[in-house]
């Protein structure tokens, strides 16, 4: 499955932002899709994950970001809002085919080439 991103950019604190991705290829068996972070020198974190029974978030971005997708359309959405400096990073659109979906980036398959956010003070 290829993954590709779009809809990063600079915002300032307490801005917003909606990222898009979208897969091709053999999309027929993905079951989880997610969104994944990575902070200049930092480790990845697992921002969203969304599956047939829901959507899981990490405490960081609870009750500000909001994952939806679009299975007919093959289309992964993360809207961003009250986005602070700590938000900036590489946001990772990824998937596989595991009958799990968790925040674990090991996981996960398939990545696309990442887009940046950035969030200014």
């Known amino acids: 499955v290829e993954l590709t991103e779009s809809g990063g950019g600079e915002v300032q604190t307490g801005g917003s932002l909606r990222l898009s991705c979208k897969a091709s290829?053999?999309?027929?068996?993905?079951?989880?899709m997610g969104w994944f972070r990575r902070a200049a020198g930092k480790e990845y974190e697992g921002v969203a994950t969304?599956?047939?029974?829901?959507?899981t978030y990490a405490d960081s971005v609870k009750d500000r970001f909001t994952a939806s997708r679009d299975k007919a359309a093959n289309t992964l959405d993360l809207q961003m809002n009250s986005l602070n400096v700590e938000d900036t990073a590489i946001y990772y659109c990824?998937?596989?085919?595991?009958?799990?979906?968790?925040?674990?980036?090991?996981?996960?398959?398939?990545w696309g080439q990442g887009t940046q956010v950035t969030v200014a003070s």
């Open positions: 969304i599956d047939s029974h829901g959507t």
């Open positions: 290829g053999d999309t027929e068996a993905t079951y989880c």
């Open positions: 990824a998937a596989h085919d595991k009958a799990v979906c968790q925040l674990r980036e090991d996981l996960f398959s398939d």
